[in-house]
């Protein structure tokens, strides 16, 4: 038996593939102070996008940090990746769900969908559902980040079951996830 000395694939070869810092929406300078999206009132403060609201609003984080001879400025308006996505429709991620079955459980499917997408903003509130268009035999599911689209994928394939492929691009930040039903449900 005659083992492989060379390799496929090298780590300089893979990180050439392999681009992640691609996104034309991601902020590329952290700039200084703290600024609100106008559309979901999103705060950008120390590098990361939060909900109002949430631990680590920016609004405490910032008023807690100052000393307390300087006084807190405002935030500046700015309009955060998610919002500027759904307003050109610029998709990161596409989920497909396919099921025989679908007229019986599309209240439930649809129910879980935005339930989701309601967890994941707690998470990342740039991770969100574009657009939902249904089907006769499904629903096509347009996300802003390729992340929700996968949470989306494992959440039915959990609840469910059924087929779940991922497609991943290695050029652009881009999934593609296609979840076929199953014939009979087991819960």
């Not at 025989?100 to 903003?121: D, F, K, S």
């Not at 991943?168 to 296609?178: N, Q, V, Y």
Request: glycine share 6%; net charge positive.
């Amino acid at each position: 038996m005659t083992m492989r000395r060379a390799k496929r694939y090298t780590v300089q070869s893979f990180k050439e593939k392999e681009q992640t810092g691609n996104d034309p929406y991601s902020m590329r300078g952290a700039p200084k102070g703290v600024l609100e999206c106008p559309e979901c009132h999103a705060m950008y403060y120390r590098k990361r996008w939060v909900l109002p609201g949430a631990s680590g609003d920016g609004r405490a984080a910032q008023s807690s940090g100052k000393k307390a001879g300087k006084a807190a400025q405002p935030p500046q308006p700015y309009l955060c990746p998610a919002c500027r996505k759904l307003r050109d429709r610029y998709p990161e991620g596409f989920v497909s769900i396919y099921w025989p079955n679908w007229v019986t459980y599309q209240t439930e499917v649809l129910n879980l969908i935005h339930n989701e997408e309601a967890r994941a903003r707690e998470d990342n509130p740039l991770a969100r559902i574009m657009n939902i268009r249904t089907r006769p035999d499904g629903i096509d599911i347009e996300t802003t980040t390729e992340k929700m689209a996968q949470r989306i994928g494992q959440r039915l394939r959990k609840a469910f079951h059924g087929d779940v492929q991922y497609k991943w691009s290695h050029k652009d930040k881009l999934a593609r996830i296609d979840w076929k039903g199953p014939v009979k449900v087991t819960m």
